[in-house]
């Protein structure tokens, strides 16, 4: 009896299990959202995997393009480097050119200048060892040519040297001269060298050689009335034309007139100007022509040093 209540129990317990649980519709429908849930995921899946795609193409494509740019800008630095090496290359030998075109001229004119200050040195020392002046020690300045004609007769004319100005010195000069007429008044005519002359050009000393053949020595000094004329004969010249060298020296009141064999042709002084300007002197003998004709060259400065 009991056994059958069991087994009563059991079926009941089966239909009830039955009857709650889910139908076959139930699980079709289930079936349905599970296939398309599947297929959803799979749709998401593709299309994700799609646009990942997408994403790794375009991420190729964007390397691509920045090693591209890269590369590009690698090839753009380098070719600026080069510009720029080269560049610095042709700049850095221009100027090393320039420097030594520019070193090679003033060695050059250091050399010249040594040169040319060697043979005046040795004209100064020269003059110190005879006792003719009292010192040595200067600086040497090259002055310029001049070329000039004068036709007036009984007159001279001056004209100043550019940055001559000076106290004391040695000076050397190649003379030549011309003269246009024979009837030149020789006495009269000559090629000269004032020195300490005012700014004015109202005062000076002058030394030339006449053509004639005497150095001619005269001051133009406010406290003189009239030019007064000094000669000492020089040698024998030819008048028309001719050239030779003189020196002067002036040291304090003491003035000196020299031949190119160091013979002193003359000795004067005055106490009236203490310094001043250099300039050339032409004197005329003639109006006709071009009256005198003088050139100077080669005129050498030696400034005494204090």
């Given amino acids: 009896m009991k056994i059958w209540g069991v087994v009563a129990a059991l079926c009941m317990m089966l239909f009830f299990i039955s009857a709650c649980g889910p139908s076959e519709a139930d699980l079709a429908e289930t079936d349905a959202v599970i296939m398309n849930t599947s297929d959803a995921q799979s749709t998401n899946t593709m299309s994700v995997q799609h646009t990942s795609a997408a994403k790794t193409e375009q991420f190729l494509k964007t390397q691509d393009y920045l090693e591209t740019q890269a590369a590009a800008t690698s090839q753009a630095s380098t070719a600026t480097e080069a510009f720029q090496a080269t560049e610095t290359s042709v700049i850095a030998t221009a100027k090393a050119n320039a420097m030594n075109t520019q070193v090679a001229k003033t060695e050059t004119a250091i050399a010249q200048a040594t040169e040319e200050a060697s043979d005046i040195y040795q004209i100064v020392q020269a003059l110190y060892d005879e006792g003719y002046i009292t010192r040595k020690k200067g600086s040497f300045q090259q002055l310029p040519h001049y070329d000039a004609t004068w036709a007036q007769i009984g007159y001279f004319y001056i004209d100043p040297i550019r940055n001559?100005?000076?106290?004391d010195f040695v000076l050397v000069v190649d003379v030549s001269w011309e003269a246009s007429d024979r009837a030149t008044e020789f006495y009269r005519a000559g090629c000269g060298i004032a020195f300490r002359v005012t700014e004015d050009r109202s005062e000076f000393y002058n030394?030339?050689?006449?053509?004639d053949g005497q150095m001619t020595f005269f001051p133009k000094l406010a406290s003189l009335n009239w030019v007064r004329f000094s000669k000492t004969y020089w040698g024998d010249i030819d008048h028309m034309e001719g050239s030779t060298t003189f020196i002067i020296t002036a040291e304090g009141i003491n003035f000196q007139v020299f031949n190119a064999d160091l013979?002193?042709?003359?000795?004067?002084?005055?106490?009236?100007?203490?310094?001043?300007?250099?300039?050339?002197q032409i004197s005329s003998g003639s109006n006709k022509g071009f009256g005198t004709h003088c050139v100077f060259s080669d005129t050498e400065l030696w400034r005494f040093e204090d």
């Fill in 164 to 167: 001559s100005f000076v106290t």
């Fill in 207 to 211: 030394f030339m050689l006449s053509l």
């Fill in 263 to 280: 013979e002193r042709i003359d000795m004067r002084n005055g106490a009236e100007l203490e310094s001043g300007n250099l300039a050339y």
